[in-house]
């Protein structure tokens, strides 16, 4: 399943250009063929996923041939450098099915897409006695931008509170937003703890109809299924490449083009501005009114080439393979005594499966599984309130992509059945 094959077909949810098959995909990720003293079991895509060839080789060939600045040199290999830079940020609209490539813009990762709105348009219109409304599990990015907005104005924030299995009580917003004080709705599309896939245009639909302004969170979800911001109908999405078999230092916001032309410039700098006396500036037109400075365009490029790798595979082919597994994975976990999976049951929540397992701390679990080349992670997940709420201080969690694969799972629970032996209850 060679990523050169690239597609533009369908954008999210196309058709796959070749029958879905792990292990063929699994073959165009160098680390699994890299030589180590136990094979690599990873199942820490959450955290972040792994990189196809042809991600590396386009971010290559980038610096191997047209290394330059963007936007900035007439001469060739800057053109062919600018050239390759947009081209990335137009197949992020059309994986996103955004209205135009204006609406993207590109960011360090989704935290500095989520900050950018709270900094731009959360501190132009959000005012002393403004409420916001968030969820209790959501990542401390869309926790933290808000807290530190509502410190320095006076902002309540509300929560969306959440059901037994770990979903949110939809029922409940429109009675958090009845007194018309919350101008902003903000949520996570899935849960990177408890794999719980939100309703997203339904959230989208009540807060639009009280006068609220949306973020989603798509971290996790545009990794892992058709994501159709239009579809969606929320005003801004937050995505990071390094989920999305792309590399680290970028990510992107989507924002409705009006509201991204009405809010002034986050970051001030080089390649933002359209004329600069000593005293005052103009600003560019967008996107790049929100591009300061020198971007990550090796990044960009590779974000581009994973972009059509997932476009080749198929979202909808990547979501049900994630389905399969978590369906494998809830199933053979609960072989295991005392283990306790946090979130509703399969068939509601992406590839992610976080446990407890009662008398073992979860470092311990995933120090023993370390033992036999198993990667998970342990700790909040960067979800301490949710962790709160749950009643538990920490867990493990097993989270899969395009490459996992069953033998995986078989491999995860015979190392945790040795961890339950080494800590008996
Ligand atoms: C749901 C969710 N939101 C936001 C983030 C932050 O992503 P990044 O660190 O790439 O900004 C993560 C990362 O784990 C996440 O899972």
């Given at each position: 399943?060679?990523?050169?094959?690239?597609?533009?077909?369908?954008?999210?949810?196309?058709?796959?250009?070749?029958?879905?098959?792990?292990?063929?995909?699994?073959?165009?990720?160098?680390?699994?063929?890299?030589?180590?003293?136990?094979?690599?079991?990873?199942?820490?895509?959450?955290?972040?996923?792994?990189?196809?060839?042809?991600?590396?080789?386009?971010?290559?060939?980038?610096?191997?041939?047209?290394?330059?600045?963007?936007?900035?040199?007439?001469?060739?290999?800057?053109?062919?450098?600018?050239?390759?830079?947009?081209?990335?940020?137009?197949?992020?609209?059309?994986?996103?099915?955004?209205?135009?490539?204006?609406?993207?813009?590109?960011?360090?990762?989704?935290?500095?897409?989520?900050?950018?709105?709270?900094?731009?348009?959360?501190?132009?219109?959000?005012?002393d006695g403004d409420a916001i409304v968030l969820t209790p599990m959501e990542h401390h990015s869309n926790l933290v931008p808000w807290h530190l907005l509502a410190a320095e104005?006076?902002?309540?924030?509300?929560?969306?509170?959440?059901?037994?299995?770990?979903?949110?009580?939809?029922?409940?917003?429109?009675?958090?937003?009845?007194?018309g004080r919350v101008k902003l709705v903000s949520f996570v599309h899935v849960s990177n703890v408890l794999g719980t896939v939100n309703p997203a245009a339904e959230i989208t639909?009540?807060?639009?109809?009280?006068?609220?302004?949306?973020?989603?969170?798509?971290?996790?979800?545009?990794?892992?299924?058709?994501?159709?911001?239009?579809?969606?109908?929320?005003?801004?999405?937050?995505?990071?490449?390094?989920?999305?078999?792309?590399?680290?230092?970028?990510?992107?916001?989507?924002?409705?083009?009006?509201?991204?032309?009405?809010?002034?410039?986050?970051?001030?700098?080089?390649?933002?501005?359209?004329?600069?006396?000593?005293?005052?500036?103009?600003?560019?037109?967008?996107?790049?009114?929100?591009?300061?400075?020198?971007?990550?365009?090796?990044?960009?490029?590779?974000?581009?080439?994973?972009?059509?790798?997932?476009?080749?595979?198929?979202?909808?082919?990547?979501?049900?393979?994630?389905?399969?597994?978590?369906?494998?994975?809830?199933?053979?976990?609960?072989?295991?005594?005392?283990?306790?999976?946090?979130?509703?049951?399969?068939?509601?929540?992406?590839?992610?499966?976080?446990?407890?397992?009662?008398?073992?701390?979860?470092?311990?679990?995933?120090?023993?599984?370390?033992?036999?080349?198993?990667?998970?992670?342990?700790?909040?997940?960067?979800?301490?309130?949710?962790?709160?709420?749950?009643?538990?201080?920490?867990?493990?969690?097993?989270?899969?992509?395009?490459?996992?694969?069953?033998?995986?799972?078989?491999?995860?629970?015979?190392?945790?059945?040795?961890?339950?032996?080494?800590?008996?209850?």
């Amino acid at each position: 399943m060679s990523a050169t094959r690239t597609s533009d077909e369908g954008a999210a949810g196309s058709a796959p250009a070749a029958p879905f098959d792990p292990r063929v995909v699994r073959a165009d990720f160098p680390i699994f063929a890299t030589a180590r003293e136990k094979p690599l079991v990873y199942l820490d895509s959450a955290a972040t996923s792994q990189k196809p060839r042809a991600v590396l080789d386009a971010m290559d060939r980038y610096y191997a041939t047209c290394n330059a600045n963007i936007h900035r040199g007439v001469y060739r290999i800057a053109e062919e450098a600018t050239t390759l830079y947009e081209d990335a940020r137009r197949r992020v609209a059309v994986f996103l099915n955004a209205a135009s490539p204006r609406e993207i813009i590109f960011t360090r990762n989704s935290t500095e897409a989520i900050n950018l709105v709270a900094h731009a348009w959360g501190r132009t219109y959000l005012k002393d006695g403004d409420a916001i409304v968030l969820t209790p599990m959501e990542h401390h990015s869309n926790l933290v931008p808000w807290h530190l907005l509502a410190a320095e104005r006076r902002i309540e924030l509300r929560f969306i509170p959440l059901t037994g299995p770990g979903e949110l009580d939809v029922a409940a917003l429109p009675g958090l937003m009845a007194d018309g004080r919350v101008k902003l709705v903000s949520f996570v599309h899935v849960s990177n703890v408890l794999g719980t896939v939100n309703p997203a245009a339904e959230i989208t639909r009540i807060a639009h109809s009280h006068g609220a302004t949306v973020l989603v969170d798509a971290s996790q979800s545009a990794a892992h299924l058709p994501l159709d911001v239009r579809a969606i109908g929320a005003d801004f999405v937050a995505c990071t490449a390094h989920k999305m078999l792309g590399p680290t230092g970028i990510g992107m916001l989507w924002g409705r083009r009006a509201l991204l032309e009405a809010m002034p410039p986050f970051l001030g700098g080089g390649e933002m501005i359209r004329e600069v006396s000593l005293t005052s500036s103009k600003w560019n037109e967008l996107p790049w009114k929100f591009e300061a400075g020198t971007m990550p365009i090796a990044e960009a490029v590779g974000l581009g080439a994973a972009i059509a790798y997932l476009q080749t595979l198929g979202m909808a082919n990547v979501f049900a393979h994630d389905r399969e597994l978590v369906a494998y994975g809830m199933e053979r976990v609960a072989e295991v005594d005392g283990l306790k999976v946090l979130g509703p049951p399969a068939d509601r929540r992406g590839g992610v499966i976080a446990f407890t397992i009662e008398g073992i701390h979860p470092h311990d679990i995933a120090t023993v599984l370390d033992d036999d080349g198993i990667c998970v992670r342990a700790g909040h997940h960067c979800a301490m309130p949710l962790h709160d709420a749950l009643g538990v201080p920490a867990s493990a969690r097993a989270s899969f992509h395009c490459y996992s694969l069953r033998e995986e799972i078989d491999a995860l629970v015979a190392g945790l059945q040795r961890a339950r032996k080494l800590f008996p209850r």
